[in-house]
């Protein structure tokens, strides 16, 4: 399969993934923890999106963005653990086929998720006023300098069109579109 346009084939894919999660409930019916099959084949679809190689495996460094595309969200700290605590060397050197990456991805999906109400509760605690708003400066510093730190154009473009024109940011509204994203 041709790698032509990654990311766009690639959130495609995420989507077709999560149609085929919502429709089978992401298991089978029998348990046992594993994917249903038609699961199976859009992920290793999408797997091969990302083998720059053509012998069917793909660089560590590569697995936190199958696994994004595949609608997981897990932070480095979490992807460099499951992979084992490779070296940077590792990271760019070493490779690993679908059959290796499926329990990973099994490990990344049973991790604890935050929901709605842990997020605005996070954000309250920068709420002075009690009005439901954070400052936009505060919160793109904090965005920049705690927890797992994004970049500047990260931050950019989660927070295009969440600050209003006093700079504030409805720590509500603003919750439910990074959760939409």
Not at 3 to 26: K, P
Not at 81 to 90: H, K, R, S, V
Not at 139 to 148: D, H, K, M, N, Q
Not at 162 to 169: L, P, R
């Amino acid at each position: 399969m041709a790698l032509y346009s990654q990311g766009f084939t690639v959130r495609v894919y995420q989507f077709a993934s999560n149609d085929a999660l919502n429709a089978t409930g992401g298991r089978n019916v029998g348990g046992g923890g594993e994917y249903s099959c038609c699961c199976c084949r859009y992920f290793k679809e999408a797997f091969g999106l990302f083998d720059r190689v053509g012998d069917s495996q793909v660089a560590y460094n590569q697995v936190a963005d199958i696994m994004r595309a595949l609608g997981q969200n897990p932070t480095n700290k979490d992807v460099t653990t499951i992979l084992g605590n490779p070296t940077a060397d590792d990271m760019a050197n070493k490779r690993l086929n679908f059959d290796a990456f499926l329990p990973m991805l099994k490990q990344v999906d049973a991790l604890p998720k935050g929901t709605y109400d842990d997020y605005v509760e996070g954000l309250r605690v920068f709420d002075k006023e009690g009005n439901g708003t954070v400052m936009g400066a505060e919160l793109r510093i904090v965005l920049s300098t705690l927890g797992e730190k994004m970049s500047e154009p990260e931050i950019d473009a989660l927070m295009a069109g969440q600050e209003d024109e006093n700079g504030s940011v409805h720590y509500e509204a603003f919750v439910k579109h990074i959760m939409s994203v």
